[in-house]
């Protein structure tokens, strides 16, 4: 059967202009008087038009289609994870803004990752936003070989971005020890998170900063991997360790709840024999019990800074700030 959809020439003819203004104006160029524009679209939507985007992205050599990748362990569920979802609503929300649509592509086993490299390589993208990248991810370096823009969020230990957005994550753990400290804390556990992360390496560093202005000894340390279960595991070797540990600091809010599991089970009262804090201020913050102390980051607006600084790139636009960093703050609830 022919196909009867309207064609570009179509949508000329009935607007009274020329194809390459009617194409002009359907591929956004800025070079068309009002009064076309205006007729090209009313025309647009008499008809029926749709463009034929394939058509349409090998002319501006565009897919108008950006990927936003997180490099998650098979033991951490992306969508299970409160950071993420904040995160890939902001960055939509400033994209579809500018007529780009987000694909959230995750990346668990080596042969996911490796797919998913060549897939980002071949320029099916126009951009990556990437996060919960560890030392040594050769994604970022590739890509850039590649040409393709990469906005950063968050970075892995030792790498510093060209384009990104993080938080001051050393600050905010300053913040929890000064919080706990000025609750006369004194046997203060940490469980970090995987240190090939820089934030989990800059969190653990704060606190310990914190600690050693106040003149305070840190207590037994707990390496976690961000989930829950972790945070579990983490307090029952701290408590194993040290069983007169009056405060807990977890590097984010799913561990920090993992430990009120586990301290109560032990009979633990917190805040009384225990109080904790958590990193991220994340939904999870107010569902735990007793609801989380937690240093608050604006995981939102950094998707949306983060899309911003990725139009910036596919556009060319200089940009005064190519790394932006948010300010941290606690937010106090009954844990601590």
């Not at 064609?7 to 070079?31: F, H, K, Q, Y």
């Not at 936003?129 to 892995?156: E, M, Q, W, Y």
């Not at 989990?200 to 106040?214: N, Q, T």
């Amino acid at each position: 059967m022919k196909d009867q959809r309207p064609t570009l020439e179509a949508v000329a003819a009935r607007a009274g202009v020329g194809r390459g203004t009617a194409s002009r104006v359907i591929n956004g160029s800025g070079r068309v008087s009002q009064a076309s524009r205006e007729a090209v679209l009313h025309a647009v939507e008499e008809l029926g038009y749709v463009p034929n985007q394939a058509a349409r992205a090998l002319v501006r050599q565009r897919t108008d289609t950006v990927a936003f990748v997180a490099a998650v362990t098979e033991d951490r569920g992306f969508w299970e994870d409160p950071f993420y979802s904040p995160l890939v609503r902001g960055a939509t929300s400033a994209l579809a803004a500018e007529g780009i649509q987000l694909l959230v592509a995750i990346a668990q086993s080596r042969q996911e990752h490796a797919q998913l490299t060549a897939f980002l390589e071949a320029r099916h993208v126009d951009g990556v936003l990437l996060s919960s990248l560890h030392d040594g991810d050769p994604l970022p370096s590739r890509l850039d070989a590649r040409g393709v823009p990469t906005v950063l969020v968050g970075a892995p230990t030792g790498y510093t971005p060209d384009y990104g957005v993080d938080l001051d994550n050393e600050v905010g753990a300053r913040r929890a020890a000064q919080h706990l400290i000025g609750r006369s804390r004194r046997r203060m556990a940490v469980i970090t998170g995987p240190l090939g992360i820089q934030a989990s390496v800059d969190r653990w560093r704060g606190f310990r900063i914190a600690l050693a202005e106040a003149g305070l000894v840190q207590g037994p340390v707990a390496h976690g991997d961000f989930t829950r279960a972790s945070g579990a595991e983490a307090m029952r070797y701290l408590l194993a360790c040290d069983r007169d540990v009056d405060a807990v600091f977890a590097a984010n809010d799913l561990m920090a709840a993992g430990a009120l599991d586990v301290l109560r089970e032990s009979g633990r009262r917190v805040p009384d024999d225990v109080a904790v804090v958590g990193f991220d201020d994340t939904s999870v913050a107010a569902d735990t019990d007793p609801p989380l102390t937690s240093i608050h980051q604006p995981i939102e607006d950094m998707g949306r800074e983060a899309a911003r600084l990725m139009l910036s790139r596919l556009r060319h636009e200089d940009v005064p700030e190519r790394t932006v960093i948010f300010e941290p703050r606690l937010v106090v609830r009954d844990s601590a």
